[in-house]
């Protein structure tokens, strides 16, 4: 249980770590303005993700360890798209 708890940190602080320096290229970049705010919020939703995970807002399920990893790559995928 241990190294399931040490595993699920390090793979959210690589998460968070890169979605923010995303978010920050994101901002930067020249698109309308719309999308902009649109990639924006839904990449704070999926920061707020894994914080609510950590104050016990809800518990890690099978569901969050299979489901998180495929909306990261979505969004990842929706930030490539947009330029």
Known sequence: MVLLRFILIAFNVVVVTYLVYRLFIVIQEPIVRWKKWLVVGAGLLLLFSPFSMFFNIFR???QYFLIYPVAIA?????IREVK
Request: proline fraction near 12%; aromatic fraction near 24%.
């Open 60 to 62: 890690p399920t099978m």
């Open 74 to 78: 979505l969004f990842l995928y929706l």
